[in-house]
Structure formats: structure tokens, C-alpha cells
């Protein structure tokens, strides 16, 4: 199982350029941004930084949208990147949170893009698409480049599009029962769409804090990474409004929590000071990330392994960070291979 380090692309960049080049001496595999450009810097402009100064490191956006950049910009920046790196980056995109709600626009639509997910891969690997009536190619692309395309999602009709058209698949969440439903979702949708299930890279992303153990840790830990069930929650609310709180469509276990949501700050959004999250109970925040020593945190990475994840993805959004991305390269990402 490869480990992958999610940050978010706060000042000084330097910080974060610093960040991902250690997570690559300590064993990671992918380098991942939030793509906020209003609530954070611009990540884009930090990759290529991040690129000249690792040699394996894949980075890329977790995740971003189709609305907030024009498809053609998206593939045209991997391709740059790719040009200069090897086949380094890899497109995380999804319908949109914090990106479009900042703004007051919604998220995309599912069919707005799948479309995106296509377009966007056929132009960065060099292949001509149609666009608005005309057949547009990036001709520099050189033979062999390769962009796979990683969708996140949680509802049916968004797991289907994984399994249908993406190249990944990108779960905001740890719960392993919900890892399972989602995973043989998507594969089931891969298989009716003629795809061999295996190929879908499996990407599970949540906060990860290492502590001691003890009770007092624990407590630490789970105010430490609470903000998450709030932005899961706004996904899920989503999810709600379109099948309702008990619909067979959608586990108990993914919508039952967000009763007591009463909105949501996103001046504050994936901060661990979020109190709009307070809602979220510590059963939620234990079982959507991975707390505790080590030897939990692999316990945990392996039943997820044994669902058939092959990435799990370190939100690194808490007072220790750099602890935790030192722990896991000395004492967790060993015992994964």
C-alpha cells in the first residue's frame, strides 16, 4: 500500500514545498494539495517547486473541479508539468466544495464532469476532443504521456461515474464498512461498463495523528481532526437532500451523523478551530480517521488494504503534522512493504 500526504497550500509555500520534499524521504508516494485558490495559494504554481526538488514524488490536486477552471487550462497545466517531470502528476477532481460554495456557486453536475474527466485526460495525453463545435488538440504533447484521472465521490450515481470513466477512485473517509459499500460499488459499476475492476487505483484520504495511546491522547487527537466529519458533512448533506436520511441508497452509517448540522463556516474549513463541526461525534471522528500509535494506525491501514485499497492519503491538518508524516515514515510506511 502506498501513502500519499495531503496538504493545504497555506504561507509561507516554502512551507510546504520543505514538507513534501521530506514526506518523499520518508517513503511517500504522492504529494497532494487541496485546490481552494481562494481560501489558500494557488497550487499549481507550488508543484512544479515541489517537482524540481524530489525525483519519484507524484503530486497532484485532492481534488479539483470543473468549475473553477476551464478544462482545457487543467490538462494543459499537468501536461507542463509532466513535460518537465515525467509522468509526475496525477488529476484529483471531483464536483466541487469550498472552491465553488466560497464563491455562492454550487457544485458541478455529474454529467458536467464526467464529461471534464474525459476532456480533460484526452487533451493532456495528447489526443484531439471535440469542444463547443470545434476539434481542439494541445499539439506539444509528446508521445507516451500519461494523466490518470482520480475521481472523489460518495453517493450511487457518483460511484457509478468512478467505476464508469475514472482512472481512480478518491474516498474522503476511513470507515472501513464504508470503504467496503463504496469499493464494491465502483467495481460493480466498472464491470458493467465493460472495465476490469482491478484497474481503478483505490485512494482512501483522511486525517491521520499519531499519539501515545492513552486516553488523554485520544481526546486530543479526536478535537484534533473533528473538522473532517464537518467537511465530509458537506457532501453528505448533499447526499440527503437528494435521496432523504433513510434511503436504502445510501448507508445509515455515511448520513445519520449530520442531524444536528446547523451550516457550516468556511472561513474555517478544514481547520481543526472549525466549531461549526462540533456536531460531529467522537464515534464519527474515530471511525472516519486514523488515531492512535502506530500499531493502530497499521491495523487499521490493513484492514483497508484487505478492501482493496492501494493508497492511503495523510490529511495533515492538526497541531502535529510534522509528528505524525515523522512517525509514519519511521514506524508505519516501513511496515506496509
Known sequence: ??????????????AVVDLMVRAEELGFSHGWTFDSHVLWQEPYVIY?????????????????????????????LHATLNEQFGNRTVCGIG???????????PPT???????????????????????????????????????????????????????RA????????????????????????????????????ICVAAPAYVG??????????RDQCRWFGGMVGNHVADLVTRYGETSAAVPAA???YIRGREGYDYSHHGRADNRSTDFVPDDVVERFCLLGPPSAQLERLAELKELGVDQFAIYAMHDAKEATIEAYGASVIPALH
Open 166 to 201: 475514472a482512472d481512480g477512485f478518491i474516498l474522503q473517509l476511513a470507515d472501513p464498512y464504508l470503504v467496503e459499500w463504496t469499493v464494491k460499488t465502483v467495481r460493480a459499476a466498472a464491470e458493467a461498463a465493460g472495465r476490469d475492476p482491478a484497474t481503478i487505483t
Open 254 to 256: 455515511l448520513t445519520g
Open 109 to 163: 453536475t455529474l454529467a458536467r464532469l464526467e464529461e471534464s474527466i474525459r476532456v480533460i485526460r484526452e487533451l493532456a495525453e495528447g489526443r484531439p476532443v471535440e469542444l463547443h463545435g470545434t476539434t481542439v488538440r494541445i499539439p506539444w504533447v509528446a508521445d507516451g504521456t500519461k494523466l490518470p484521472v482520480w475521481m472523489a465521490g460518495y453517493g450511487p450515481k457518483a460511484l457509478d461515474l468512478v467505476g
Open 1 to 14: 500500500m502506498d501513502v500519499g500526504l495531503v496538504l493545504q497550500t497555506d504561507p509561507p509555500a516554502q
Open 48 to 76: 512544479p517547486r515541489i517537482l524540481e526538488r524530489t525525483q519519484r514524488l507524484v503530486v497532484g490536486p485532492m481534488v479539483t473541479n470543473p468549475a473553477t477552471r476551464d478544462w482545457t487550462v487543467i490538462a494543459s
Open 212 to 221: 501515545d495511546g492513552s486516553a488523554e491522547s485520544l481526546g486530543h487527537a
Open 95 to 105: 464536483r466541487g466544495d469550498s472552491a465553488v460554495r466560497v464563491q455562492g456557486r
